[in-house]
């Protein structure tokens, strides 16, 4: 049986989360000029993720800013769930599968039937000393990918049932790895638009707009904790 906490995360949360998601990745998918769904798909699915990913490490320092302390140690509903706000959870979760959908699909847009290409060179003992990519391909293809199986994990321990089992310490040590998602992802983003694909100056703005604004409320809320703001 689904608990009142539940329905109403699915209401409040996962429902707008999932139509704005959705509706932004299937904009996208709709106006590029690209020849074929895996490449159309790829794209559709990477903004709506950066975005999500940015807007999680956001929601701290708003709270910060308007006077609302997060909670440590609450007893909710008997137990205590309260280190992790279940509206920051919640867009992680999407911020998590759309990443996720977005690196499985990636690896099929240029390289098809050969994703392993994307990692190490195809005659690497005739051109190289060893096999593993080290040029700007590599560098977009290895932190997509370290993104994606970090954004895994926090994805499946971004429930109650892992909170319980790992401790409050131990879960909030894992879930701020979101943050080295974000940085890894913002160098995959602009190694990809830079020097792989035809850049698109507004989509290089925003990766840029989000980086600047994440990292200056986040230094902002930093130093409001500590009271030297």
């Not at 302390?69 to 509206?87: E, H």
């Not at 994990?153 to 040590?173: C, F, I």
């Not at 701020?176 to 703005?205: C, D, K, M």
């Amino acid at each position: 049986m689904i608990s009142p906490r539940f329905q109403r995360r699915l209401l409040r949360h996962h429902l707008p989360l999932g139509l704005l998601s959705i509706g932004s990745g299937a904009v996208l998918f709709l106006t590029r000029p690209y020849s074929d769904v895996i490449t159309k798909l790829s794209f559709a699915s990477a903004w709506p993720g950066l975005v999500l990913i940015a807007f999680t490490l956001l929601i701290g320092p708003f709270k910060i800013l308007r006077g609302k302390q997060i909670l440590r140690g609450k007893q909710i509903w008997g137990r205590n769930v309260a280190v992790s706000q279940d509206f920051r959870r919640d867009v992680g979760i999407w911020a998590g599968m759309m990443g996720v959908f977005h690196a499985v699909i990636g690896n099929c847009v240029h390289l098809r039937g050969r994703p392993w290409l994307y990692y190490v060179y195809e005659h690497w003992a005739k051109e190289h000393a060893q096999p593993f990519r080290h040029d700007i391909f590599g560098l977009a293809n290895y932190t997509g990918l370290v993104s994606a199986l970090v954004l895994l994990t926090l994805l499946a321990t971004s429930n109650d049932a892992s909170l319980r089992a790992l401790g409050t310490p131990g879960w909030k040590s894992l879930q701020r790895w979101n943050y080295a998602v974000f940085g890894f992802l913002i160098v995959h983003t602009l190694a990809y638009q830079v020097g792989i694909e035809r850049p698109i100056g507004a989509l290089i703005s925003l990766a840029v707009m989000a980086t600047i604004v994440t990292l200056m409320l986040q230094g902002i809320g930093y130093f409001k904790r500590r009271g030297a703001i």
